[in-house]
């Protein structure tokens, strides 16, 4: 069984490119259109990682980040931001994520992400085990 992802994208071209790409690669997918439904689908389904977009309707990006880092059974998810560089330049001492991607995305740096926060993700919760 291949980890499971959470793509919180309102912009429904640039959500199923993703989740298409990920699925191919391997990856079980779930998607979300707004940071609200995306807390709450990381909440219920507990995801291996998380791609957050910053610009969202309802909860922006940085909230829902925030919410899910504040929560003690969704803090350790891996969160990578993915927004404009602009957005991610003005926010990035604030961001609370674990990492972030840059629009537009090159399909193998956004893979590259992916891999990076699974493992790293997969090395602390070994290390919590022993």
């Known amino acids: 069984m291949g980890k499971l992802i959470l793509v919180v994208e309102d912009?429904?071209?640039i959500q199923s490119l993703i989740v298409e790409f990920l699925g191919d690669e391997g990856f079980e997918l779930l998607a979300a259109s707004d940071g609200q439904a995306g807390v709450d689908l990381a909440?219920?389904?507990?995801?291996?990682l998380i791609l957050m977009d910053l610009m969202l309707?309802?909860?922006d990006g940085m909230s829902a980040?925030?919410?899910l880092k504040s929560d003690p059974r969704t803090r350790n998810i891996p969160?990578?931001?993915v927004s404009a560089g602009t957005?991610?330049?003005v926010h990035a001492e604030r961001l609370p994520a674990?990492?972030?991607?840059?629009?537009p995305f090159d399909l193998d740096t956004l893979l590259a992400a992916v891999t990076v926060h699974l493992l790293g993700a997969e090395l602390t919760s070994a290390q919590?085990?022993?």
Request: aromatic share 0%.
């Open 98 to 103: 674990d990492g972030v991607v840059g629009k």
């Open 128 to 130: 919590r085990a022993v």
């Open 43 to 48: 909440r219920q389904m507990l995801p291996d």
């Open 57 to 59: 309707p309802i909860m």
């Open 11 to 13: 912009d429904p071209v």
């Open 65 to 67: 980040t925030r919410a």
């Open 79 to 81: 969160v990578i931001a």
């Open 87 to 89: 957005n991610l330049r």
